[in-house]
């Protein structure tokens, strides 16, 4: 078996709407048409084909680490308008020494989500 490409991530929420309010308010993701499943939830758009799941539970994990990375194009951007909105987010830094970068901010139920620039090329 080998796999072709990652299709979605799902992650549990608490509050639907107000997961949304980070997810597609903040971060920009389009919601997508969803199936009229039994319990709470919805589909975003993540882009290039790949989809963000939220799952309404009462019970979130945890935060040992476990994280969902997203690429952006301007990693100092996204920190400022996610600052502006009153997330707490980590300031950004290199990743392993090359001129990739990442930051860290927890959604409104503690999920840990990565703000990821690639490394520059040339």
């Known amino acids: 078996m080998l796999i072709a490409d ?21 971060l920009g993701m389009s919601e997508l048409e969803r199936p009229a499943f039994s319990f709470g939830g919805a589909w975003l758009d993540a882009g290039n084909g790949r989809q963000v799941h939220l799952i309404e539970t009462p019970h979130v994990p945890d935060d040992v680490g476990q994280h969902v990375a997203f690429s952006v194009h301007d990693l100092e951007r996204a ?44």
Not at 7 to 26: C, I, K, M, P, Q
Not at 86 to 91: A, K, L, R, Y
Not at 111 to 120: F, G, I, K, T
């Open 79 to 122: 920190v400022d308008a996610l600052r502006e909105a009153g997330c707490e987010v980590s300031d950004a830094k290199s990743v392993g020494g090359t001129t990739a970068r990442q930051a860290f901010v927890l959604d409104p139920d503690g999920n840990r989500v990565e703000l990821h620039q690639p490394a520059q090329s040339g």
């Open 6 to 26: 990652i299709h979605h991530v799902s992650l549990n929420v608490t509050d639907t709407e107000r997961a949304l309010g980070f997810y597609r308010d903040l």
